[in-house]
């Protein structure tokens, strides 16, 4: 695609965010294109504290540390990872991460970052599992400026 400056790319980790990552990098032009990469920790680990089985402050604090170290040991690999693959086609690369609602943090980065497209993974189909932070398509598709991209899921 001629012209095609920035992509945002919403991208995980999940299969359909493999998928997205697949897209975008064949959209993507070498040399030309900077791929900003979207990592968003949903709103709902905010608080995750454990309340129902951890019966004091402490080990609540001490189990609140792990989780946040699991999940920065993961966005710090989902990152590399990524990184590396753009580096490998030629790719600049910015990575960008958020707290908070999906939808809302990919609005907000398509501006501050002024991308021409935004590429996504399709919907988790159903029964396979994993937490479901849904994107809100009908959100993004009244808020986004620029044109969106929607992975196709693989065929069965």
């Known amino acids: 695609m001629k012209n095609l400056k920035s992509i945002l790319l919403a991208h995980h980790g999940t299969p359909g965010a493999l998928l997205a990552e697949a897209l975008a ?3 993507a032009v070498a040399g030309q294109t900077q791929i900003v990469h979207l990592l968003v920790v949903p709103d709902f680990w905010e608080g995750m504290q454990g309340d129902d089985w951890l019966n004091n402050a402490s080990t609540r604090d001490t189990f609140g540390s792990y989780v946040e170290g699991l999940l920065e040991a993961d ?3 989902q990152l590399r990872a990524l990184e590396g693959r753009c580096a490998e086609r030629g790719f600049a690369y910015k990575p960008v991460m958020r707290q908070g609602d999906p939808a ?3 609005l907000e980065t398509a501006v501050q970052e002024d991308v021409s497209m935004v590429v996504i ?3 988790r189909p159903k029964g396979v599992p994993g937490y479901r932070s849904r994107m809100d398509i009908e959100k993004l598709a009244r808020g986004l400026h620029v044109p969106l991209l929607m992975a196709a899921r693989a065929a069965s």
């Open 104 to 106: 809302q943090c990919l």
């Open 121 to 123: 993974g399709p919907p």
């Open 75 to 77: 966005v710090k690999q």
């Open 25 to 27: 990098l064949e959209t």
